[in-house]
């Protein structure tokens, strides 16, 4: 069974025990069990890298995909940031890194790391955005469930299919992605992003 170690600070050991938390006394580290949503512990969970995107604000975004497993429609949520938002880039051959400007909007995903605040926020919207497994890395993201069976409904169909999810072909599709505007700052560390979001006027902001 797969778990989510914690970093949990000694002071925060009764928070995290009522919360579920489990203490593993051979390694002297607190866990989760992969098997549970370990969104609750979103201040508690290792940031897993360096973070690798960041801006002054975000947008908290819905819109709906087929499920895999029932084929049920499920919404699904994610984050899209504004043009402005900047990207760390790391120069192959001298491995120095810098931060730069996108010009244009992105959605981004594969999100190992997210900062508690913006956890607290979709999660308001949603429980079916969580932290969970993926296997074909045996590392855990956040990612989205499907609101009737459960199922895993992965990111690359969400994020990167055409024609699913927050990737639409036509302005009618376009127009069933909701952004809700967050005017605070923004960090993660996201191992995919899109360069410019087709049709991105025709999202409706909240």
């Known amino acids: 069974m797969f778990r989510i170690d914690l970093a949990v600070p000694f002071a925060d050991k009764d928070k995290a025990r009522r ?13 989760v069990p992969g098997d549970r949503d370990a969104s609750p512990f979103a201040s508690w969970l290792p940031n897993p890298g360096q973070l690798n995107v960041r801006a002054p ?4 975004a819905a819109t709906s995909r087929l499920c895999w497993r029932c084929s049920g429609s499920s919404r ?9 938002h900047e990207v760390l880039c790391v120069d192959d051959d001298s491995g120095e890194e810098s931060w730069e400007a996108a010009e244009e909007p992105s959605f981004i995903c594969y999100l190992e790391y997210l900062q508690p605040s913006a956890v607290a926020r979709i ?20 990612v989205n469930f499907c609101e009737h069976c459960g199922a895993k409904l992965g990111d690359y ?11 639409p072909l036509t302005r009618e599709d376009a ?32």
């Open 19 to 31: 919360l579920g938390a489990r203490w593993d006394a051979a390694h002297g580290v607190w866990f």
């Open 123 to 142: 999660r308001a919207h949603t429980a079916g955005y969580r932290y969970g497994l993926r296997r074909r890395t045996q590392t855990f993201y956040w």
């Open 76 to 84: 699904v949520h994610g984050f899209a940031l504004p043009a402005g």
């Open 57 to 60: 604000s975000y947008f908290l």
């Open 157 to 167: 169909d969400t994020f990167c299919e055409p024609g699913q999810g927050f990737m």
């Open 175 to 206: 127009a069933r992605v909701t952004l809700t505007r967050v005017n605070e700052p923004f960090t993660a560390r996201a191992d995919g992003w899109s360069f410019g979001v087709e049709l991105f006027e025709f999202m409706p902001e909240r």
